[in-house]
């Protein structure tokens, strides 16, 4: 009886320790999502997109913006919906460990392309727009024909609930490889 005890407690131990040393590592463990091909493209439209809901809804720069949303897009630019945002260091979702306590960057009025239906004539048409500086970082464009690049960085995001979502950004193009289409995998909330 001794024995099956201690064999027992044993078993159970071992059983213990085999446990604890596979625990998943963070991104096994993240609701990591995915948003594809935003289709950002028209001059004169934002994509309003929800965390949350995981929906995006396309609405004329001259049209209010609908309920609910935690970032907009317009080609390469971006906004929040009353939040802020940072761009890190950080490369992958799974590096994001902590909600950082500072570096955020609230959205700034700015000057955007709405109209280039007579760009051919010098004519270019623009609006004033709210857009996030941190946020705006995201796509860098060289030359012309221009080459866009997105860059590798995670971007952590504070919506107006004081809620915070991490961005990777992933593409500028759709399957065709047309500009103006927003992929990126984001997780949404963070919570530590």
């Not at 709405?114 to 941190?134: K, L, R, T």
Request: charged residues 25%; hydrophobic residues 40%; proline residues 4%.
């Amino acid at each position: 009886m001794k024995k099956f005890f201690l064999f027992s407690l044993i078993a159970a131990s071992l059983a213990f320790v085999a446990v604890s040393c596979n625990k998943p590592d963070k991104t096994e463990e993240a609701d990591i999502r995915r948003a594809t091909n935003l289709d950002a493209s028209a001059y004169d439209q934002w994509v309003y997109f929800s965390f949350e809901d995981g929906k995006a809804t396309t609405c004329s720069y001259t049209e209010p913006a609908p309920e609910k949303w935690d970032v907009a897009f317009h080609r390469e630019n971006v906004r929040t919906n009353g939040g802020a945002a940072l761009k890190t260091d950080f490369t992958a979702l799974a590096q994001v460990v902590a909600i950082p306590t500072e570096g955020f960057v609230a959205d700034v009025q700015d000057s955007i392309i709405v109209d280039m239906s007579q760009m051919m004539q010098g004519v270019i048409g623009y609006a004033e727009a709210e857009v996030n500086p941190a946020l705006n970082e995201w796509v860098t464009r060289d030359g012309m024909p221009p080459v866009y690049t997105v860059r590798e960085n995670v971007y952590i995001v504070r919506t107006r609930e004081n809620t915070y979502a991490a961005i990777k950004f992933t593409s500028y193009k759709n399957d065709v490889d047309k500009t103006g289409f927003v992929s990126f995998d984001y997780q949404y909330p963070i919570v530590f």
